[in-house]
């Protein structure tokens, strides 16, 4: 190798390693202050600080970890209009999520996120803990349970709350492992839920 | 004697016998690996059934693991199938699998592509096939030596990135993967024969093997209409994805099967029995992946044996879900069929009361959903089917 061609592939190799970089960080939800979420009107005040994860995941849906997503993770779904779906599709076309209809009922919400998971995140096992009627957004809606089983079998439980303002559904999730993770960051979310307005 | 056994068995499974029907080689009795290759590769397996062991995706259910391995070992024969160990994972795809050291996977998508008994017994024997002839150490040994060229090629390449290297690289990558690809299929080729050889020797129609490919072919295109795409994708199917071109296997399959096949038995009321208590649950996973084409495919492909209570729900799920106005309605009557079937089947009158009130006629509805509560006080969702009922004071 000539000393020319050495330099070329340093430089090249500075080069991906400026790319390699994170582009946008993620961003600090500080305790007490209230913010927008997932490009919407959607506003939230955290009782705690939380980390808001810049990857998106979908057009109208936004992120929220303490100890990283995998551990625990707190998903806002706001303004999802008629024929869209709660997360970005893979592929259009060839793997379709389901989409959010004008003449749903709240106590097919819980479906429609089943039906997300399975179909967006292959999960194979989703069981309905409890579904019933609650105030979200100071609206009608529905609180709803579960317990999710992963493809690597790994079980985790969530909880939601889901109301639909004019015509547009709103749904925020909290989905942490069963063993340990849930129940440490389970009041935390529900505080951060309870304090969302429009 | 050994060599000229094994030549034997070679000789039956080439294409040159495919006029007559196939016979099976002499079984060689529990393995053990021999040479580093083989033992490193039964240790990686062996840690990987432990992992599985303990997986809370496995179906743990006696009825059925106890009903799997009497199809194998009848297919099989019974000194065949004390080296396999059977694991059912809860999956909604169209897979079978088996480890060098006795592994064997099946996948719950599997029962709702297989209608009776013989057909599950060609996709269990074929697996069987890959086992007894040791092709998972062949794939081992092809895939290190071929990632051992990709690797010094990549490294050779990173000296001299230059666009035309680059370029050679990938296609020299390209050409180590197709053949490996290739090679596969040949093994596919002679696990089929060996599969049909089981099912010739058994009390089983082995006609069935080709039935189950054309089955998977026509959802493919069902999902694919559906979607509105031009053309199904065959790749995407899981089992599909390293075998011989559907539809020359479909014609060998055929060729290979023992004359008197077609008098034979094929099961489909043991088969129908064994599944029944977990066909709600392996159609929900089914119904859910929002492949609506390749579901209702299944169904009725199961109802072609007659429409159950269960077949009819899950139907009325599939349309209910997919929401559509003339699905609301399609739904509805789906519901129906399974509530005349089956009046104590609390989900269907649940489904049928939310169809009904999407389409505009909340007073049926309401007696539906009634009926719901009623037959299931406890429901999970019990609180929000009172908010649909009008005036209702239990509220």
Redesign the interface.
């Known amino acids: ?1 000539t000393k020319r ?1 050495a330099l070329r ?1 340093a430089i ?1 190799l500075a080069a991906v390693a400026t790319l390699a970089a994170p582009a946008d960080a993620h961003k600090l939800a500080e305790k007490g202050k209230a913010v927008t979420v997932a490009a919407s009107n959607l506003s939230v005040t955290p009782t705690r600080d939380w980390n808001r994860l810049s990857r998106k995941v979908g057009k109208h849906a936004e992120n929220w970890t303490v100890d990283g997503e995998q551990l625990d993770e707190v998903t806002f779904h706001a303004a999802i209009e008629p024929g869209e779906p709660l997360m970005r599709e893979r592929s259009k ?2 793997e ?3 989409k959010f ?1 004008n ?6 919400v ?2 429609l996120l ?2 997300t998971y ?2 967006g995140k292959d999960a ?3 069981q ?6 609650g105030k979200f957004l100071g609206r ?1 809606g ?1 609180t ?1 349970s579960y317990q999710v ?1 992963d ?1 690597d ?3 985790r439980k969530g909880e939601a709350r889901a109301a639909i303002v004019d015509g547009k559904l709103y749904l925020v999730t909290f989905d942490a492992p069963r063993l340990h993770y849930f129940d440490l960051l389970a009041e935390d979310a529900r505080a951060l839920m309870a304090s969302a307005t429009l | 004697m050994r060599t000229l056994v094994v030549g034997m068995g070679l000789l039956l499974a080439s294409p040159a016998a495919a006029q007559q029907s196939a016979l099976l080689p002499p079984y060689q009795g529990a393995y053990q690996p021999h040479g580093v290759d083989e033992i490193g590769l039964w240790r990686e397996y062996d840690e990987d059934e432990r992992t599985l062991g303990a997986s809370s995706l496995v179906v743990r259910d006696e009825p059925l693991s106890t009903y799997l391995r009497r199809v194998l070992c009848d297919t099989v024969g019974e000194d065949r199938c004390a080296s396999v160990r059977i694991y059912i994972v809860r999956a909604p795809i169209f897979n079978a699998s088996m480890a060098p050291n006795g592994t064997m996977r099946v996948f719950t998508g599997l029962f709702l592509r297989v209608r009776n008994e013989a057909e599950l017994a060609t996709i269990l024997a074929h697996e069987f096939g890959h086992f007894e002839r040791r092709h998972g150490l062949d794939k081992f040994r092809a895939r290190r030596s071929a990632s051992d060229a990709a690797a010094w090629m990549a490294l050779l390449t990173s000296l001299g990135p230059t666009y035309q290297t680059m370029q050679s690289y990938q296609n020299f990558q390209l050409a180590v993967y197709g053949g490996l690809f290739r090679y596969g299929r040949d093994q596919e080729r002679e696990a089929d024969r060996l599969g049909i050889a089981y099912l010739n020797q058994s009390h089983l129609q082995p006609r069935s093997a080709s039935a189950v490919w054309q089955h998977v072919m026509e959802e493919a295109e069902a999902s694919a209409r559906a979607k509105g795409l031009k053309k199904p994708n065959f790749r995407t199917i899981a089992f599909a994805d390293s075998h011989p071109p559907d539809a020359e296997r479909a014609a060998y399959l055929a060729d290979l099967a023992a004359p008197d096949g077609p008098d034979r038995e094929d099961g489909t009321e043991r088969y129908r029995t064994a599944l029944a208590p977990f066909l709600p649950q392996f159609l929900d996973d089914q119904i859910k992946l929002n492949d609506f084409g390749a579901s209702d495919y299944l169904i009725q492909n199961l109802a072609t044996a007659g429409w159950t209570a269960t077949l009819w729900l899950k139907r009325g799920d599939l349309y209910r879900t997919r929401g559509n106005p003339r699905d609301l309605s399609a739904a509805a009557d789906f519901y129906a069929s399974a509530v005349k079937l089956d009046p104590t089947l609390a989900e269907a009158h649940r489904g049928l009361g939310l169809a009904l009130m999407k389409t505009g006629r909340p007073s049926e509805a309401a007696a539906s959903l009634q009926t719901y509560l009623s037959l299931r006080p406890d429901a999970v969702d019990a609180g929000m089917i009172k908010m649909l009922i009008p005036g209702d004071t239990t509220k």
């Open positions: 190798m061609t592939a090249a076309k060839k379709p999520l389901p209809r003449d749903m009922l709240l106590a097919e819980p479906e089943e039906r399975r179909a194979r096992d989703f309905l803990s409890e579904s019933a009627p009608d529905v709803f089983t493809n079998g790994l079980i």
